[in-house]
């Protein structure tokens, strides 16, 4: 049985990543210390109830000591503050740099990042030089700003995981029913990358079982590439769909 030695602290937890990682933690029986911002929700009480200790946390002033205190592990994921009109991304940026500060410095041995498939090739992407993507620029730069920070941390042990375009979110794409179509500005033939949130969760749980393993992986994850006029199809290689 694992000790309480082993303990992983998930941020996001009531949300998809953190909660699909906890949930395969759990079912491994690895102990969970679960960082969510209110204990008595809905999404973190279903987490609790699946035995993982509940710590309330808002990690833009900070992680508290009695969030990273005997943890092993972290598992990390970052969403920017949004309104209609514009995205915090320093707040993003700020959430991650404290966490990875505090578990520096409270001898976390593992740090495992959560970020976003192409983060890190994103300036090779055609027409990047010449602005077509700036829009994405501060999304891109804060993600890659991200993983540098977990990299020269000096933890024993990390990983960076690139998950691409969830399969849960089409349903959004398709408010109307599969016979209404989908609401996208992407051409027909454009092919996108996905995966479900389920494989994050369990590729993740399995990164933190196994440190040395996937010591320095940075892997981008697709599972299937689709084209929106044709039905899906397997990515021919991890980290891109051509």
Same mark, same amino acid.
């Given at each position: 049985? *694992? ?29 969970? #210390? ?21 710590? /309330? ?7 508290? #000591? ?5 943890? #092993? ?6 969403? *920017? ?75 024993? #042990? ?12 089409? *349903? ?5 029913? *599969? ?18 949130? /389920? ?27 689709? /084209?929106?006029? /044709? ?12």
């Amino acid at each position: 049985m *694992p000790s309480s030695s082993d303990i992983v602290l998930v941020t996001g937890a009531t949300g998809q990543q953190g909660g699909a990682t906890a949930r395969a933690l759990l079912a491994a029986e690895v102990p969970v #210390r679960a960082l969510v911002r209110d204990p008595w929700s809905q999404p973190a009480q279903a987490i609790g109830a699946l035995g993982a200790e509940l710590v /309330r946390a808002d990690l833009r002033p900070g992680l508290p #000591r009695s969030g990273g205190r005997g943890v #092993r592990a972290v598992f990390s994921v970052q969403m *920017p503050p949004m309104t209609e009109t514009s995205v915090d991304f320093a707040s993003e940026l700020a959430q991650a740099t404290n966490l990875v500060a505090a578990a520096k410095a409270g001898g976390v041995q593992q740090f495992v990042q959560s970020s976003t498939s192409g983060v890190g090739e994103h300036t090779q992407a055609a027409g990047w030089a010449e602005g077509r993507w700036a829009a994405m620029a501060d999304y891109f730069h804060t993600k890659q700003a991200i993983i540098e920070a977990v990299r020269s941390a000096g933890f024993a #042990r990390w990983t960076v995981i690139k998950p691409a375009f969830f399969m849960e979110n089409l *349903p959004l794409l398709a408010p109307k029913g *599969p016979r209404g179509g989908l609401l996208t500005v992407l051409k027909p033939d454009t092919e996108l990358a996905l995966v479900a949130v /389920r494989d994050i969760g369990t590729a993740a749980a399995h990164a933190l079982q196994n440190p040395d393993r996937f010591h320095q992986g940075n892997w981008n994850w697709p599972v299937t590439c689709a /084209r929106w006029s /044709r039905s899906r199809r397997p990515c021919p290689q991890p980290g891109a769909c051509p």
